[in-house]
């Protein structure tokens, strides 16, 4: 299960990856791209980028441009159903919401005839 920072880096590398065999990606960028609700660090990006590649997600060879750390990624089989997964995932939380919202109700409904027979 991947964690919040995970499943946001993933997002975007996913999104830079989607069309291509790879891609090259700086650690500024994946920092950029969660700026606004997340902020991180360089090492907290490559603790990211290396659970990504333990969990099967991507590929990763480490590179240097101008002296800049550059991250040349591609997705692994696990990655490109990356997008599946999360739509899977969306689906079972909202069955799950249904369902315990259908058994609320039936519980409700219980109740009020329980207390309709026995008038207490």
């Given at each position: 299960?991947?964690?919040?920072n995970e499943k946001k880096?993933?997002?975007y590398i996913f999104e830079k990856c989607i069309d291509k065999?790879?891609?090259l990606i700086s650690p500024k960028e994946i920092i950029d791209s969660l700026a606004p609700k997340i902020t991180i660090t360089e090492e907290d990006v490559d603790?990211?980028?290396?659970?990504l590649m333990l969990d099967n997600y991507?590929?990763?060879?480490?590179?240097?441009?101008n002296g800049e750390l550059?991250?040349?990624?591609?997705?692994?089989?696990k990655g490109e159903g990356y997008l599946r997964e999360k739509q899977q995932r969306k689906k079972t939380t909202y069955l799950i919401l249904?369902?315990?919202v259908v058994l609320a109700i039936i519980s409700f409904v219980v109740?009020?005839?329980?207390?309709a027979i026995f008038k207490f």
């Open positions: 299960m991947l964690s919040r880096a993933m997002d065999q790879s891609t603790k990211i980028i290396n659970n991507i590929d990763v060879v480490n590179s240097d441009k550059i991250y040349c990624v591609s997705l692994k089989t249904g369902r315990t109740t009020l005839i329980l207390k």
